[in-house]
């Protein structure tokens, strides 16, 4: 087996990961969230009015706080909703495993791992890297 056939079944084993599936479950609710896309789609269209606002040579300061605080409502919302947090857990668990398997990919070719390399104390150790002490 080649790097490259060896780098599709490392791909096709990641996919199957827990983390993987329940990371593109949440990404799948994320995107098709009727709520949440119509938040963000207002909270765009808000920016862009502040942006158009800003660009004014005449400024309207109370324009600028009524989209300022609508902008801060829509992020509020956006922010706490329970499928965006769910989507930014599983987000960074999935970001873990793909630096965890970099960092094991890293420590089979050059022996160490980056960012410091092997504290020699396995607690600490986030790479699997199976070094014996």
Do not use: W
């Amino acid at each position: 087996m080649n790097i490259r056939e060896s780098a599709k079944a490392l791909g096709e084993l990641i996919k199957e990961d827990p983390v993987t599936v329940a990371y593109f479950a949440a990404s799948d609710a994320y995107k098709q969230d009727p709520k949440l896309k119509n938040l963000i789609f207002e909270y765009n269209v808000q920016q862009t009015a502040l942006q158009e606002e800003y660009a004014k040579p005449e400024k309207d300061q109370q324009v600028i706080d009524a989209i300022n605080t609508r902008v801060k409502t829509l992020y509020d919302e956006i922010t706490t909703s329970e499928v965006y947090q769910e989507y930014g857990k599983a987000q960074a668990a999935m970001n873990e495993l793909i630096d965890s398997v970099n960092r094991q990919i890293t420590m089979s070719i050059f022996g160490n791992l980056p960012d410091g390399g092997c504290t020699h104390d396995c607690s600490t150790c986030h790479a699997g890297c199976g070094h014996e002490h």
